[in-house]
């Protein structure tokens, strides 16, 4: 799938779950989300003995290895469908949001014969090297998270709020306290709605600045 069909199906997801209130400036409630609108559940446990798994989303009934924190060993525990395991560690600066959105994605987007093990493991890291795109899945994952979390047309809309340039320019200068209080406001990390500017960027042709002169325009 491209990044636009991506951010077209998180978006027909977003709406059906908020219905009328799909085009308020809003976090969305990620966990009632997966609840109600996926059929999924969620759990949290220790994934891996460095933290390096953040989430886990299982597709069939079967094992799975989580890790025991308080006896240092990996550890099997029963997987069924639509259980989404998180470590509980990544609760920090909206990281547990991300990783649950992601997860989602997993779900809603793939099928076990994309993974192996029948279940998909969410690495701590970016699935790009130089740029350039490793995994797919993953990196698909990250997209639809992204637009289920920060909507593109909100965001802007947000961004141009903060701004004091014409509402039709390209250019968009705002204050690091207003990408700090955007990303408050959708309740995900500063990094992540960094991130976020540089996709709103390449796709609606803008150049999203902050005044302490780091510019996103890939």
Known sequence: MSGKQIENEALIFRNAFLGDDASNICAIDIDRFLEFQVGAEIDYAPLSQDGSILGMTCYEDKDIQIWDAERQNPLIRRGKPKLILID??????????????????????????????????????????????????????????????????????????????????SDINIEFDALSEIAGLFEVSVQAMKIRFEQINKVAKTNIKVSEGLVWDL
Do not use: I, Y
């Open 88 to 169: 509980p560690d990544c609760d920090h600066d909206g990281r547990m949001r991300f990783t649950m959105a992601h997860e989602c994605a997993h779900l809603l987007l793939h099928n076990a014969d994309d993974f192996q093990n029948d279940a998909c493991l969410s690495l701590n890291d970016f699935p790009t090297v130089k740029g350039k795109v490793t995994n797919w899945a993953e990196w698909q994952a990250n997209r639809f998270a992204a637009a289920l979390l920060m909507p593109m047309d909100l965001v802007l809309e947000k961004v141009r709020q903060f701004s004091d340039d014409e509402p039709s320019s």
